[in-house]
């Protein structure tokens, strides 16, 4: 099996492939062929080449800092001691402590790890962040673990990290198959290993918390809405009236049903959706709320009595405006981007379009919101849930939303200016624009010693 052909079905990177058992409903097998990693680091190469940057800053670039893999024991509830394997990468913090997300799911890798490390320096230097880059995860499904099992991974996961992680150091937050709940047992294993005197200025070690233990209104949905706005930025520059259009989502968990649900309020009719269990079609619209509510409680939308179940390649086909992969990465291959039927791709998920499905949709004319900037309202809420932790304040829900939407729209102009005045596509003016950033301090601090 090719990569290109089916990207659906050869789930990513680097090693031998190998059978990863799949979520309940599922009966695929993931092969390991897809390169996730060299594929960010060819787009690093790209927009280095596009900003002249200094050979030093991109050969710092090309590799994270330090990679950590942990392989932890812990007892589960039939009394067996299972290993996990856990892994944290720090790309890079010259512009601030590391920051990134925590994915719990059987295909992480190391190669994928880094990759999405790196991606975290460039959305941060983008967004002008204080943060740099790092990404973490442990290789398991979430979903075929019991509730104090799922805690004790992740409480001992924690602690393995120790001092790897802190609140000016490296901030972890939710990523594919972890949440708030996983951020507060993260935060209180944490503040349990500092110390009772420390225990109140730890706070900020993790962000994406519930909201009664340190988090912040308006960071549930915050990758959702910043990519919400970006929409409706690219609405007003194409002149495009979102009242009345239609968009399908793959992915209906944080970023995809917030995405559909604040977008409903547009105007903007969901009319297909997928994601691990699926796909489902209803040409009158799903209702976003409803679909959200049976996923928080079923945990996929298998079974959902609003729409007709179809397969993969028909939800690609589905005629619809806009098309939001909120799911893995290498989703959309040649195929997948021949069968779009789409004026433009929001990629809430990190890398959904590998770089030959995107060769043919910009040859075939559909715009691109490039996952380094459309998913970076998360991170950037993140960093304002950091500063009212600092600074023990809570910011209403509306500051937090007004303050994103000035981010996103400032975020979004630059990188639709620097793409028209250099002729490039987006993804480079959103990798050139934060290396540049990114270089503008090495120049200027140079290197130890
Ligand atoms: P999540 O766990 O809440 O949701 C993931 C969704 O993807 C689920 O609906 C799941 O069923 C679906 N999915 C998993 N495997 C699939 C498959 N093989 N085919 C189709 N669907 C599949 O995770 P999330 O936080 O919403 O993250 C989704 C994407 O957005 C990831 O790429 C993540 O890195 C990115 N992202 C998340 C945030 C955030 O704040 N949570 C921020 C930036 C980027």
């Known amino acids: 099996m090719k990569p290109s052909d089916s990207p659906s079905e050869t789930l990513k990177t680097s090693t031998a492939p190998s059978a990863i058992p799949m979520p309940p409903g599922s009966s695929r097998t993931i092969i390991k062929e897809y390169d996730f990693f060299k594929v960010v680091q060819d787009y690093l190469d790209r927009a280095a080449r596009t900003v002249d940057l200094q050979e030093f800053v991109r050969t710092i670039l090309s590799q994270p800092k330090n990679e950590l893999i942990i392989n932890f024991p812990v007892r589960m509830d039939s009394g067996e001691v299972r290993l996990f394997k856990g892994y944290r990468v720090q790309h890079n913090n010259l512009l601030g402590p590391f920051k990134g997300g925590m994915r719990f799911h059987p295909s992480v890798t190391l190669d994928d790890v880094k990759a999405l490390a790196a991606m975290m320096t460039w959305k941060c230097a983008l967004m002008r962040v204080p943060f740099g880059g790092g990404k973490g995860g442990i290789k398991f499904d979430p979903h075929s673990v019991s509730k104090s099992e799922l805690q004790r991974i992740t409480r001992r996961f924690t602690h393995a990290l120790g001092e790897n992680i802190g609140p000016e150091y490296d901030i972890p937050a939710p990523d594919v198959g972890t949440n708030s709940q996983t951020m ?173 499905g995107e060769k043919i949709l910009l040859e075939r004319g559909v715009d691109i919101l490039p996952d380094v900037l459309a998913n970076s309202g998360g991170v950037t809420v993140s960093y304002y849930e950091w500063v009212q932790n600092k600074r023990s304040e809570s910011w209403t829900e509306e500051e937090v939303d007004g303050k994103l939407e000035r981010a996103m729209t400032r975020a979004y102009r630059e990188v639709a200016d620097f793409a028209r005045q250099n002729k490039v596509d987006r993804r480079t003016a959103a990798y050139a624009l934060a290396l540049s950033r990114i270089e503008a301090v090495y120049k200027e601090r140079e290197i130890f010693p």
Request: aromatic content about 8%.
């Open 184 to 356: 507060a047992w993260m935060m209180d294993t944490y503040s349990n290993m500092v110390g009772a005197a420390n225990k109140q200025t730890v706070k900020g070690v993790v962000t994406g918390k519930p909201v009664a233990s340190g988090g912040t209104l308006g960071r549930a949905k915050a990758t959702g809405q910043g990519a919400v706005f970006c929409i409706v930025e690219w609405a007003k520059e194409k002149a495009f009236d979102l009242e009345g259009s239609t968009m399908t989502v793959q992915g209906f968990g944080n970023v995809g049903s917030h995405l559909a649900v604040i977008l409903s309020r547009l105007g903007v009719s969901t009319i297909a959706v997928g994601d691990h269990s699926g796909y489902l079609v209803n040409p009158e619209g799903f209702n976003a709320h409803k679909l959200q509510d049976w996923v928080e409680e079923h945990g996929s939308i298998a079974g959902y009595p609003g729409g007709k179940a179809i397969t993969r390649e028909e939800f690609f086909r589905t005629k619809a405006d806009i098309f939001a992969p909120c799911a893995l990465e290498n989703q959309i291959g040649e195929n997948e981007a021949k069968w779009l039927d789409c004026k433009m791709i929001v990629e809430g998920a990190n890398g959904p379009t590998n770089p030959a």
